[in-house]
């Protein structure tokens, strides 16, 4: 398996700085966001744009929903040495700062 590059501590810090409602988790090898909509319907379409651009950049997060709530964590499985940040999760954050 090709390993992604791993982001650094400084590249790291860049990423949290520019997506403050991000919360770094798992000893700094994920990040973690959770959404509120006003409905399922809502929710549910927001996470079906997530799928979208999910698979355009074949980069998937890992998710939980329960109704009107989802909770996405963004980790690269096969950064570094055992998985971790990365530039992937970075576009990620991203795209997904642009629907919310």
Do not use: C
Request: no cysteine; hydrophobic share 45%.
């Amino acid at each position: 398996m090709s390993r992604v590059p791993e982001l650094t501590d400084a590249e790291r810090a860049e990423l949290l700085a520019a997506f403050p409602d991000w919360n770094e988790v798992r000893d700094g090898k994920a990040i973690f966001r959770k959404f509120e909509f006003a409905d399922f319907s809502q929710a549910w379409g927001f996470m079906n744009r997530v799928a979208l651009i999910a698979e355009s950049q074949d980069h998937h997060p890992e998710w939980f929903n329960v109704y009107n709530k989802v909770e996405i964590t963004l980790t690269t499985h096969d950064a570094g040495e055992s998985g971790g940040l990365s530039a992937r999760d970075a576009a990620m954050a991203k795209a997904i700062a642009e629907l919310a």
